[in-house]
Each structure stands twice: as structure tokens, then as C-alpha cells.
């Protein structure tokens, strides 16, 4: 079993920055890949950014230059800083990770965008 818990989350205006947490219950190198998803209301879940144990990263178009996903393997935790923030980067944002065959996800934390 793996547990993901989130953090971070928040209110902040546009162009403001927040950096979101996702502290796992083991070691991340035992993951394929780890990301970090968001769903908006009415909006299917989509993925934002991930890093593969090898530390290749990926970036959804809307979030490039913009977000940067890191992990911390000593406390295995991975990280989303986001910077540049617009109001349609409100959501909630939800740690996925690979294990073997299996997703784990996290509770979610809501991020919203607004002045």
C-alpha cells in the first residue's frame, strides 16, 4: 500500500506563486513516475506535470514555463512549484504515483486562483 498526502494548497491572486507537497509513504524510488494531476469544476482530471524515477520530467502545454515539478528523495516528497498563476489554473490538484501496476492517489487540495 502507498500512502500520498498532499499539501500547499491555498488562495492566492493572479501572478502570485504557491508550491504544493506530495509526501509519500515510502521511498519514491520505488515509483515509476509521480505527478501531479488537477480537475477544474465541470472539467475532466488532467495530468500538469510528472517525473519519472530517472528524473525525466513532462509538462502539460498550458503550465510550461510556468510550473516545476521536483522531488526531495531523502524525504520522499515531490513538489510543484507553481509560479505566474492565472485563474484558470483553479482546481483541485491531486499526487498521483505509479507503483508496480498499481495508481495511488492523494486527497486532493484545492487551488484557487482569484483577486
Known amino acids: 500500500q502507498v500512502q500520498l498526502v498532499e499539501s500547499g494548497g491555498g488562495l492566492v491572486q493572479p501572478g502570485g506563486s504557491l508550491r504544493l507537497s506530495c509526501a509519500a509513504s515510502r521511498s519514491i524510488f520505488s515509483f515509476a513516475f509521480m505527478g501531479w494531476y488537477r480537475q477544474a469544476p465541470g472539467k475532466q482530471r488532467e495530468l500538469v506535470a510528472r517525473?519519472?524515477?530517472?528524473?525525466?520530467?513532462n509538462y502539460v502545454d498550458s503550465v510550461k514555463g510556468r510550473f516545476t515539478i521536483s522531488r526531495d528523495n531523502a524525504n520522499n516528497t515531490v513538489y510543484l512549484q507553481m509560479n505566474s498563476l492565472k485563474p484558470e489554473d483553479t482546481a483541485v490538484y491531486y499526487c498521483?504515483?505509479?507503483?508496480?501496476?498499481?495508481?495511488?492517489w492523494g486527497q486532493g487540495t484545492q487551488v484557487t486562483v482569484s483577486s
Open positions: 498521483n504515483a505509479l507503483f508496480v501496476a498499481d495508481h495511488y
Open positions: 517525473i519519472t524515477s530517472g528524473g525525466t520530467t
